[in-house]
C-alpha cells in the first residue's frame, strides 16, 4: 500500500532531520558564522527586506495565490506524481537563474534573493494545490511559510515545527485574524535563520569565474531540499486524516 510506504519515509525523514548534527556541520556552522561577518552589511539588508517583503506578500496578498486552484479528487500517489514533476520544472528554473546571476558577481548576486525567494513560494503554492489545498484561504498560506521555515531552520527549532505541522488541525482552527498575526509576525528570527542557511552558498556565488556553477548548484540544492520538506509536510497531514 503506498500510504504504508510513505508513512515509513515520512518516519526516516522525521529521524534525519532531528538528529544531532555531524562534526563536519558543526564546523560548517562556525565557518558560516565567521563568513557572514565578511558579507557586506548592504547584501544583509537586501535579504532582510526581501524577506519581510516575502512574508508579507504570502499572507496578505495575491500574487502566489492568483489562479491556484487545488486539485480534483485524486489518490496521494497521484498527487505526489503531480509534485515531482513540479519539483523537477522548479529546480530547473532555480539552477538556470542562480547561474545567471552568479555569472554576474555582486550586483547580479544581489538580485539573486528575491528572485530565489519567490520562486521558492510560486513552487510551494503549487504544492499545496496538487495536494488539494486551497491557498486562497489564508491558513493554507501561513501552513506554506510553516513548511518554508522548517525547511532552512536551526537544529534546535526543528522538533517544535514539526510538531505544529503534525497539529495543524487543531492549530489552525485557533489562529487570530490575518492583520492580528502579521503584526506579531516575528519575521526577524524567520529571516535569520533562513539568511545563516544560505549565506555562505551565495557569499561564493559572487565569486568571479565560479560564481555561475555555484550558483546554479546551490539553487538546485536549496529547491531539492525544499521540496523533500514539502512533500513530508504535507504527508503528515495526509496520513493524519486516514481513518485510524
Not at 176 to 189: I, S, T
Amino acid at each position: 500500500m503506498y500510504e504504508k510506504e510513505i508513512a515509513e519515509e515520512l518516519s526516516r525523514w522525521k529521524r534525519k532531520l532531528l538528529k544531532r548534527p555531524s562534526m563536519v556541520g558543526r564546523y560548517t556552522k562556525g565557518l558560516q558564522s565567521k563568513m557572514n561577518n565578511l558579507i557586506p552589511e548592504k547584501i544583509h539588508s537586501v535579504v532582510t527586506a526581501s524577506i519581510k517583503n516575502m512574508v508579507h506578500a504570502t499572507l496578505v496578498g495575491s500574487e502566489y495565490t492568483t489562479k491556484k486552484q487545488p486539485e480534483s479528487a485524486q489518490s496521494l500517489k497521484q498527487r505526489e506524481k503531480k509534485v515531482l514533476q513540479i519539483l523537477k520544472s522548479y529546480k530547473r528554473t532555480a539552477a538556470l537563474e542562480g547561474a545567471g546571476t552568479g555569472a554576474g558577481g555582486i550586483l547580479l548576486g544581489m538580485a539573486d534573493f528575491p528572485l530565489l525567494l519567490s520562486i521558492k513560494m510560486k513552487f510551494l503554492f503549487d504544492v499545496a494545490s496538487a495536494y488539494g489545498y486551497d491557498v486562497s484561504d489564508y491558513r493554507e498560506r501561513l501552513f506554506v511559510l510553516y513548511l518554508f521555515q522548517l525547511t532552512f531552520a536551526r537544529e534546535e527549532k526543528r522538533a517544535d515545527l514539526i510538531k505544529q505541522l503534525e497539529e495543524w488541525e487543531l492549530l489552525k482552527e485557533r489562529l487570530p485574524e490575518k492583520d492580528e498575526y502579521l503584526a506579531n509576525f516575528d519575521w526577524k528570527a524567520f529571516q535569520l535563520d533562513y539568511r545563516d542557511y544560505i549565506d555562505l552558498a551565495k557569499m561564493l556565488q559572487m565569486i568571479p569565474g565560479v560564481g555561475a556553477v555555484i550558483g546554479a548548484a546551490a539553487n538546485y540544492r536549496f529547491l531539492d531540499v525544499l521540496g523533500e520538506t514539502a512533500m513530508n509536510g504535507y504527508r503528515i497531514r495526509w496520513l493524519s486524516s486516514l481513518p485510524e
